[in-house]
């Protein structure tokens, strides 16, 4: 099993910037990618950007490209998410994900909320 803990949420004003950090313990040497995404009230959740545990190689949507950024730390087996020039419409929770070839599983975070507001 892989347990997942979000943390840096919180209220920004438009424009400014947060950044989520995801910390993975457990069986991490399973894990294949880690991912961040985002669920807004009455919106399907959204993947916003993964990293390949084996490259890391990165994809971010285009939703996001040019303002999030999605970066790893494996001496801190953590994931981050800095997240630029936020706008009122980025406000959701924000989830951790990790996926593992190998057990054919996904595991996911509790969640932080991001609020954009003035």
């Known amino acids: 099993q892989v347990q997942l803990v979000e943390s840096g949420g919180g209220l920004v004003q438009p424009g400014g910037r947060l950044r989520l950090s995801c910390a993975a313990s457990?069986?991490?040497?399973?894990?294949?990618?880690m991912a961040w995404y985002r669920q807004a009230p009455g919106k399907q959740r959204e993947l916003l950007a993964r990293?390949?545990?084996?490259?890391?190689?990165?994809h971010v949507a285009e939703s996001v490209e040019g303002r999030f950024t999605i970066s790893r730390d494996n001496a801190k087996n953590t994931v981050a998410l800095q997240m630029n020039d936020l706008k009122p419409e980025d406000t959701a929770v924000y989830y951790c994900n990790a996926f593992s070839v190998v057990a054919t599983s996904e595991y996911w975070g509790q969640g932080t909320q991001v609020t954009v507001s003035s």
């Open positions: 990293i390949n545990s084996r490259d890391d190689s990165t």
């Open positions: 457990g069986r991490i040497i399973i894990i294949s990618s």
